[in-house]
């Protein structure tokens, strides 16, 4: 089965760093891999994703890399600002008709001024 | 637009009172989804419907039902509430199948904060 896992519960970066997201995951079937941030109080909102054909895919101010030979991706996000402060959760699944995602237990990134 | 609206946004329940979590979608997703978030983890998947009048396990299904009569509406309901099912929930819609390939992305609701006393 799928086991995907975040590497650490908290993360405290400086306003204006760059904050590097780490998640690891267990099955190598696995080819699609998205990340969710999650504000206090509310649901959880798509970031990016990415194929397992792709190492690397940038959005506004993120970026994901992924390495499948050591089943690893991480989620960058230049420039940290405040608003940048969530729980993050790395998302992976394999293709298949009834493939479904599966959530690692999410991170916690807080934003220092 | 509204997107993804449950309701209620808390509540709290007795050991073996049942109650129903609503979830509607107004953007026309044959694919919903009812997920479960305990302190510190990741996101549990209890139930999902695949378009009105199918819906299907997903990972922790025990203590809940669904239904999907409509497009639109996926409600989840508690029987006999337990401690056990003290969570917040989550609903969400997709075009298609969330993780399959298609790379589908997940919309969600704001969350219903439940309590078991």
């Known amino acids: 089965g799928e086991s995907v896992g975040l590497h650490l519960p908290t993360l405290s970066v400086q306003e204006g760093d760059n904050s590097i997201i780490n998640c690891a995951y267990s099955?190598?079937?696995?080819?699609?891999f998205i990340w969710y941030k999650q504000e206090s109080g509310k649901g959880p909102q798509f970031i990016i994703d990415i194929r397992s054909n792709m190492d690397k895919r940038q959005g506004q101010r993120v970026t994901v890399l992924l390495n499948k030979t050591v089943k690893h991706l991480s989620l960058q996000i230049a420039a940290t600002q405040p608003g940048d402060s969530a729980v993050y959760f790395c998302?992976?699944?394999?293709?298949?008709?009834?493939?479904?995602?599966?959530f690692g237990k999410g991170i916690t990134l807080s934003v220092r001024p | 637009n509204a997107g993804v609206t449950q309701t209620p946004k808390f509540r709290i329940l007795k050991i073996g009172q049942s109650m129903t979590l609503q979830c509607a979608q107004d953007?026309?997703?044959?694919?919903m989804y009812w997920y479960r978030q305990d302190p510190g983890m990741g996101l549990k998947l209890i139930y999902y419907?695949?378009?009105?009048?199918?819906?299907d396990k997903g990972e922790v299904p025990n203590g809940y039902n669904v239904s999907r009569s409509t497009t639109e509406d996926f409600p989840l309901r508690l029987e006999l509430a337990a401690p056990s099912q003290t969570s917040v929930y989550f609903c969400?819609?997709?075009?298609?199948?969330?993780?399959?390939?298609?790379?589908?992305?997940?919309?969600f609701g704001a969350g219903s904060r439940l309590t078991v006393l």
């Open positions: 099955n190598s079937a696995s080819d699609y």
């Open positions: 969400a819609s997709s075009d298609g199948l969330a993780g399959a390939s298609g790379a589908n992305v997940l919309t």
């Open positions: 953007m026309n997703h044959n694919y």
């Open positions: 419907s695949v378009g009105a009048g199918i819906t």
């Open positions: 998302a992976g699944s394999h293709t298949g008709a009834n493939s479904k995602l599966t």
